[in-house]
């Protein structure tokens, strides 16, 4: 069974940083990639960013370039989201998703198979 779940959201001050994680579990790398999205209250889901499997290329989406970090522990099944400098319009429900690989490199939504339950990012003072 696919599962991925997210943590490590919270409230945070603008211009402060938070790590997210998305433990998964039911597949493997080899046969999916990892990508990270939000959903603001009245917005669609955004890609944030997208990690190939193998050499673990990693894309990002202009929204937070320069202010992310995607990275994985292949040893923990885990990928990481690293954010600095966050704002206020950052704040959104934040998720990982698994796409199969044949699908190449992207950041749109409907292409992802699977989805964890997200978790809650709120930046305010």
């Known amino acids: 069974q696919v599962q991925l779940v997210e943590s490590g959201g919270g409230l945070v001050q603008p211009g402060g940083s938070l790590s997210l994680s998305c433990a998964f579990s039911?597949?493997?790398?080899?046969?999916?990639?990892i990508g990270w999205f939000r959903q603001a209250p009245g917005k669609g889901r955004e890609g944030l960013a997208y990690?190939?499997?193998?050499?673990?290329?990693?894309v990002y989406d202009d929204l937070m370039k320069g202010r992310s970090t995607m990275s994985r522990d292949n040893a923990k099944n885990t990928v990481y989201l690293q954010m600095n400098s966050l704002k206020p319009e950052d704040t959104a429900v934040y998720y990982c998703?698994?796409?199969?690989?044949?699908?190449?490199?992207?950041?749109?939504?409907?292409?992802?198979?699977?989805w964890g339950r997200g978790t809650q990012v709120t930046v305010s003072l």
């Open positions: 998703a698994a796409v199969p690989v044949g699908r190449g490199l992207t950041l749109r939504s409907h292409e992802y198979d699977y």
């Open positions: 039911g597949f493997t790398l080899d046969k999916y990639a």
């Open positions: 990690m190939r499997s193998g050499d673990g290329l990693t």
